[in-house]
């Protein structure tokens, strides 16, 4: 087999040297085709909860069917495979091989692992909703495959004429309704030896049950193992039901050998790879652009199916109903609008006007719209930044889905209280009436009106491009409130109570409170959409680049605040040097980019590079804080590449520094967009000129429009930083 170039530099472990305290990314390697609706990850700790895996254990308890987005947010729908000889053994810490990671092939279209406890090989390679398993046993005697259903309840099925397995498990952390299920079927090549087969509850075998459901019900599966000591098994799961599982597997994989499925799957995120083709002499930097690539194209994750005659259909993870059209879950809309789903505008158009089409079926089926899905609402983080990822694809003209009905869905949660708290905006009535929430009735207050004001200020750009002009007027007028937040005396933005007075005891340094994941320092700058207000709201231009200048030279000190506790972010904001510049969350992330929109683009490539530099690897603790996914993976993409989307629902690219001497984007219409950094080096970071299809071009951005139609951005770079 050929081995196709630009998966050889995706590292599915970078980030993944991570835990509760200290996140190098809290990633998980992860098996699947890209945006696939099932992935696959080795586990090595159970016990470990969202943490399952860690590159630095030796022990395998299997290979864990998994849909977690996220170590916070958990997994559900979820299992694990292990083949196992000799003596029966079931409890996962027990039944544990060794094995040497230094052996472990964990690429994102295909895994491989030798059990020196069994003496039997591992692999597997994926589809969208399936997975090919092969195992090569050494010894025959005594062979199975246990499959074992994590915590919830679970159903198992033996049909050996068949030679198949059947079931279901609900387990899960949250967000899905009562009927939620994972449906699952397991085919073997090969016969069962049903003398030592059986069903178990997680931990003891019930003897002579071949059918049953209960909490944590697994299958022990003994095998008639050939002569070649090989045996393939191929897994199709659904959301819907059992015989939607056996037709996904008809569907994507049957007839098919492990080789073709393999190549298959190789082919598909070459594809997605190489939607961005790098040209550098640093094998460190092309590792860790293609595994930040690879990240990008995980999440969300598909949540369709396609039923017998060829429609895509969904499990409804709001109402528990199946539906027509597509769904996609696993995102978390605070951290992707910035980052990930602009870059997707460029390079996946139609995938982003798919995932639009999804949102506006989740507000239909739901009433709401989405904030943090994974399947369902999970309502974490503050806001409702759905606001800035839908204008961002409509002031872009990404196509394929309804905009009036997302722009509905979007006045809902901007005007009207929601009987859950979990939807739509927090406190939405004492927001209208006094222009922000009040620090005294509401948890991180100052980070909610922000994100609410800036909403409001995407809604406004919708509303102009469907030619809602009293909308529009009235939005824009909302976008202005953050300007009630900042107080002069101490240049921050801070907490105001219902009476208009402000919070006692500020402390730019302490965290929490009015703020979210960070203090002052770090949620003061969240007004992506009117940075030149707030510029004039700190003394003008040169006191904002004066005060920019202080956040990345203080010392990165810091106060637990609300918290109680040092929370992972701020342990790595501390031992990053970047003064308060908290890249380790995606509140800091456009930071260094506002020096450019105020013209000072020096400073901006100054420290987006060393950023990259020194903050980001291919290796396992490869990223300054926790990857979220893809946006910051994305956030690296698109610094390596020399633009920044700044201002998500404004359609341009700010201009930074490339990394690379070249940097080709195909894009989806066939064109490419090529930019070029001439005399390019690590000490050569400054652009001495820039221009545009040979053009002299002078402006700190580049619009949307320019850059779909595809041309040459060509960087004269230099170590002087004179040129502004």
């Known amino acids: 087999m050929i081995v196709l170039a630009l998966l050889n530099y995706v590292n599915t472990l970078q980030g993944t040297e991570s835990d509760f305290r200290y996140s ?7 098996i699947s085709m890209p945006f696939g609706m099932t992935a696959w990850s080795p586990q090595t700790n159970e016990e470990g909860g969202g943490w399952f895996f860690h590159p630095r254990h030796r022990h395998l308890e299997g290979i864990r069917l998994t849909h977690q987005p996220s170590p916070w947010i958990g997994d559900y729908g979820h299992l694990t495979i292990l083949p196992q000889t000799g003596p029966l053994i079931l409890r996962s810490h027990a039944r544990t091989s060794s094995f040497k990671p230094e052996d472990m092939v964990v690429s994102p279209h295909y895994f491989s692992v030798s059990l020196h406890r069994y003496r039997t090989k591992l692999e597997l390679t994926p589809t969208e909703r399936c997975a090919a398993l092969r195992m090569t046993f050494e010894n025959s005697q005594q062979s199975r495959l246990i499959i074992s259903p994590l915590k919830g309840e679970s159903y198992i099925s033996f049909q050996p004429d068949s030679r198949r397995i059947t079931g279901f498990t609900r387990g899960n952390t949250g967000g899905v309704p009562d009927n939620f299920a994972m449906y699952f079927v397991f085919q073997f ?25 209960g909490e944590r019900m697994g299958a022990y599966i003994g095998l008639c193992v050939p002569d070649s000591g090989k045996v393939e098994v191929k897994c199709g799961t659904s959301f819907i039901s059992e015989e939607q599982a056996v037709l996904n597997l008809d569907q994507e994989i049957a007839g098919s050998s492990f080789e073709n499925i393999r190549s298959k799957a190789e082919a598909s995120w070459e594809d997605r790879l190489g939607r961005i083709v790098v040209e550098s002499r640093s094998e460190e930097e092309l590792r860790t652009f293609y595994s930040c690539m690879y990240r990008t194209c995980l999440f969300p994750r598909t949540w369709h199916e396609n039923n017998a005659e060829g429609e895509r259909v969904h499990f409804s993870p709001f109402n528990g109903e199946i539906c027509k059209g597509p769904m996609y879950s696993d995102i978390g809309l605070w951290d992707v609008y910035r980052t990930s789903f602009p870059l997707y505008s460029v390079l996946f158009p139609s995938l982003l006007g798919e995932i639009m089409e999804a949102w506006s079926n989740a507000y239909q089926e739901s009433g709401w719209l989405p904030k943090w899905l994974s399947p369902g609402e999970r309502s974490a983080m503050p806001g409702t930044l759905i606001d800035a990822a839908v204008a961002d694809a409509v002031v872009k003209g990404i196509g394929g889905f309804d905009t009036e009905v997302l722009y509905e869905g979007l006045l809902k949660h901007a005007d009207r209280p929601a009987d859950n708290e979990k939807l739509g905006r927090r406190g939405i009535e004492l927001y209208k009436e006094y222009g922000y929430l009040p620090h005294d009735c509401f948890s991180e207050s100052v980070s909610n009106t922000l994100d609410y004001v800036y909403g409001d200020f995407c809604i406004a750009q919708i509303a102009k491009t469907l030619g809602k002009q009293d909308d529009y007027e009235r939005f824009m007028a909302r976008a202005q409130n953050y300007k009630l937040l900042f107080d002069t005396s101490t240049g921050f933005m801070r907490g105001r109570n219902e009476d208009g007075t402000w919070q006692d005891k500020f402390d730019p340094l302490e965290w929490g409170d009015p703020f979210c994941e960070g203090g002052a320092w770090q949620g003061s700058w969240a007004v992506p ?14 006191a904002f680049a004066d005060r920019l200048d202080q956040l990345m030279s203080e010392e990165p000190l810091f106060k637990v605040g609300s918290y109680g ?22 509140p800091s992330f456009h930071i260094p980019y506002i020096y450019a929109r105020i013209g000072e683009l020096s400073k901006t490539q100054f420290w987006v590079r060393k950023t990259m530099a020194e903050l980001f690897s291919s290796k396992q603790g490869g990223f300054p804080g926790d990857e979220d996914n893809g ?39 066939g064109r490419k967009l090529v930019v070029e950094a001439d005399n390019n ?8 000129s820039i221009s545009w299809n040979g ?3 002078e402006h700190h951005s580049l619009p949307h429009e320019e850059l779909k139609g595809g041309g040459v951005l060509n960087f004269r770079m230099s170590c002087n930083s004179s040129r502004e």
Do not use: C
Request: glycine share 12%; proline share 5%; hydrophobic share 40%.
């Open 24 to 30: 190098g990314g809290n990633t998980f390697p992860l």
């Open 189 to 213: 090549d090969t016969d069962f030896n049903m003398e030592e087969s059986g069903i178990f509850d997680g931990d003891f075998a019930l003897t002579g049950r071949h059918e049953d459901m």
């Open 529 to 542: 959409h009117d940075f030149a207000g707030l510029a004039e709201l700190m003394g003008g231009e040169g």
């Open 565 to 586: 506790m040092e929370i992972h972010e701020m342990s790595e904001m501390a031992t990053a040097g970047f003064g308060q510049f908290a890249i380790s969350n995606q």
């Open 631 to 669: 946006s910051m993976g994305a956030w690296y993409i698109w610094s390596a590449i020399g633009l920044y989307p700044l201002s998500p629902g404004i359609p341009e690219y700010i201009i930074g520094s490339p990394l690379f001497s070249k940097a080709t984007i195909h894009l989806e219409n």
């Open 681 to 688: 080096s690590p000490s050569h970071v400054f652009s001495e």
């Open 695 to 697: 053009a002299l071009w």
